[in-house]
Nanobody, 128 residues
Framework: QVQLVESGGGLVQAGDSLRLSCAASGRTFNTYTMGWFRQAPGKEREFVAAINWSGGKTAYADSVKGRFTISRDNAKNTVYLQMNSLKPEDTAIYYC?????????????????????WGQGTQVTVSS
């Protein structure tokens, strides 16, 4: 099992930026897809972004395209989510997750049940 620890959340105003980080344990980080999901109060957990093992392929939810950027540093076992032009509707707990079922795959998936390892989450609150 891989341990995932998110950081970087906080309270910001609309239009501001934040960068979330997720540090992973283990030696095989560079072989699997990483993703970010979020969950707002009273709503289902939803896909935000994902990145394949090499960083060469990414996917984004329509609601964040053009504003958020996912990246990874395999030397540091860390995945990032750069969030720009934040909106109040981005307020949620953001979860880092890993899909270790398909090593070295370029098939970046968006379904919540494709991922088995989850961090504890970090709160992002955007005020208007």
């Amino acid at each position: 099992q891989v341990q995932l620890v998110e950081s970087g959340g906080g309270l910001v105003q609309a239009g501001d930026s934040l960068r979330l980080s997720c540090a992973a344990s283990g030696r095989t980080f560079n072989t699997y897809t990483m993703g970010w999901f979020r969950q707002a109060p009273g709503k289902e957990r939803e896909f935000v972004a994902a990145i394949n093992w090499s960083g060469g392929k990414t996917a984004y939810a329509d609601s964040v395209k053009g504003r958020f950027t996912i990246s990874r540093d395999n030397a540091k076992n860390t995945v990032y989510l750069q969030m720009n032009s934040l909106k109040p509707e981005d307020t949620a707990i953001y979860y880092c997750t890993a899909d270790r079922s398909r090593p070295y795959s370029d098939d970046v998936r968006e379904g919540r049940y494709e991922y088995y390892d989850w961090g504890q989450g970090t709160q992002v609150t955007v005020s208007s």
